[in-house]
């Protein structure tokens, strides 16, 4: 995970692309990946969506999107000092104490 | 970042909440928090933006939202089988051959 | 259609936000509202999305989303001068041809 | 915007696609091509998103994408009963209500 910071930093810093990498742009560039993310998945039922990695071309397209929005995800934290996966961890523990085991048990309420 | 993945697919588990959590599902949930970090984002000059780590409130409110986002986003790789950091590895490996740093540098045309 | 783009507008030039409604701005905002949307929908299986309009809780806020995304897309639009009907039926009717009636009938590929 | 309603609904059932359009599935094509619409804005300034139509290629991406998200966002409206411009006309009665002219002036707050 620091690797792939400090790679994604470096990628940036080599192209000048610090200037278009503030964190308004970034999370543009987030929503951005995250809607082509979402289109593979838009007209699949659900079972169809548990088995798109079978399925070499939607699996291969699904794969790459998922390393772009991982990519601009990690950016994003990195311009602004965050930590991700230390910031993951902390507001699992906040929703594990918003959503006790017991009283959350498979309810569809939220999850 | 294994355990990241680990404890998000715990919390889901033992709230008996594997059976929401299929691609569609999560990539979905996934649209949602991005939204909601893009909104803390939508009224900002690109230099507040950048300075949005410095006001504890919305700083805070943009921390908590990568959280939401990083957990999602975990939890739709391990469902997928996919994994995170090697996938935006091989994605950023492209990247650089399609933006050679001499002809890319500087340029707005795509970043 | 015309009434709400002028009544839309006249609600931002009231309280002095066209200053914030840049088009960057507002597809952010437009993005925000959708993600809002998209989290309505986002545990609920096909069959439980279809009849959503008649839970008064889950379909009032459905509503509201909708009038959100509507309004933002309205401003948008106006600050960009696009006619939103207008631009719609010209990329239907792109849609049809890309589309004809005989291949597309059914078909999963697109839609 | 009746005729657009219809147009879309026809377009939708000439092609058998009623199948696909569950308001889950609508949804997630709006949240798709809202995803498309902000990736023409994320590497631009305020002010040069503000120029965007001037420019023939960028302008005319950013006018197909607005009809895109203009035809789901009407065919979700349609699939769930809701008159698309009555429901913003109403939530804009009630931002009326909760941003008052006098207080919501200039302000940063919230727009």
């Known amino acids: 995970m620091d690797d792939l910071t400090a ?5 940036a810093e080599e192209r000048d692309w610090q200037q278009f990498h503030t964190p308004k742009n970034l999370a543009m560039a987030l929503a ?10 838009q007209w699949l039922t659900p079972e169809q969506s548990a088995a798109v990695m079978s399925d070499p ?3 291969g397209r699904v794969r790459a999107e998922i390393g772009d929005v ?14 991700l996966v230390e910031t993951a961890l902390t507001k699992l523990e906040d929703s594990a104490r918003r959503y006790p085991i017991e009283q959350a048990r498979g309810s569809a309420a939220k999850r």
Chains 1, 2, 3, 4 share one sequence.
């Open 7 to 11: 790679r994604v930093r470096a990628f």
């Open 32 to 41: 951005g990946e995250v809607g082509e993310l979402i289109a593979e998945f």
């Open 57 to 59: 071309d939607a699996g």
């Open 70 to 83: 991982m990519i601009y995800l990690t950016r994003l934290a990195d311009v602004l000092g965050v930590d």
